[in-house]
Each structure stands twice: as structure tokens, then as C-alpha cells.
């Protein structure tokens, strides 16, 4: 079992910067991973992906203002995220899968003010 931790939520002003950390428990090379958001009230959609070798996708609704990464000796992915908007505050959640494992964190809020 891999557990996966996020950190680096908070609040922050429109227009202002937050960089996620998601730390797992073991180092997970190969893995395809990525982070979601979900605001209240509203489905878990993809924020944006990153897989084993390094090749990204972003939802058009980031693009352009986030840029997510990892370091695989460290086991941690990180979503560095500029130019924040209200739309953007939701729960943040990274995810970690390959094949039949599919792991989950509990998830770090990030709450943006106009």
C-alpha cells in the first residue's frame, strides 16, 4: 500500500502563487501521476498528468499557469500554480496509478480571494 500526502494549500489572493507538494510513501518510478480538484458541490476533474518519463497535460482551464513535476528520488510531484483565480479554489488531490494500483491523498485545500 502507497500512501500519498499533499501539502502547500492555503489561501492566496487572485493573482497570486501556491506550489503543491504530494509526497508518497515509497518511491513510485513508472507511475502515471497527476493532480485533480474539486470545488464544492462539482465532480473530481483533472487538473493535470505527468507520466513515468515526464510528458505533461494540462486542462485548458490551467494551462499556461500551472506547470506540475516530479522528483522521483524524493517520491514527490509537485503542481507549481501562478496567476491564481477564484475559479481555481477547490481540494486539490494528487493520485499515483499503474496497472491495478490506483492510489489517492486525502487531498490540500487551496482557496483563492478576488
Known amino acids: 500500500q502507497v500512501q500519498l500526502v499533499e501539502s502547500g494549500g492555503g489561501l492566496v489572493q487572485s493573482g497570486g502563487s501556491l506550489r503543491l507538494s504530494c509526497a508518497a510513501s515509497?518511491?513510485?518510478?513508472?507511475?502515471?501521476m497527476g493532480w485533480y480538484r474539486q470545488a464544492p458541490g462539482k465532480q473530481r476533474d483533472v487538473v493535470a498528468l505527468i507520466d513515468g518519463i515526464g510528458n505533461t497535460r494540462y486542462d485548458d482551464s490551467v494551462k499556461g499557469r500551472v506547470a506540475i513535476s516530479r522528483d522521483d528520488a524524493k517520491a514527490t510531484m509537485y503542481l507549481q500554480m501562478n496567476d491564481l483565480k477564484p475559479e481555481d479554489t477547490a481540494v486539490y488531490y494528487c493520485r499515483a496509478h499503474l496497472l491495478t494500483d490506483d492510489y489517492w491523498g486525502q487531498g490540500t485545500q487551496v482557496t483563492v480571494s478576488s
Open positions: 515509497r518511491i513510485l518510478r513508472g507511475y502515471f
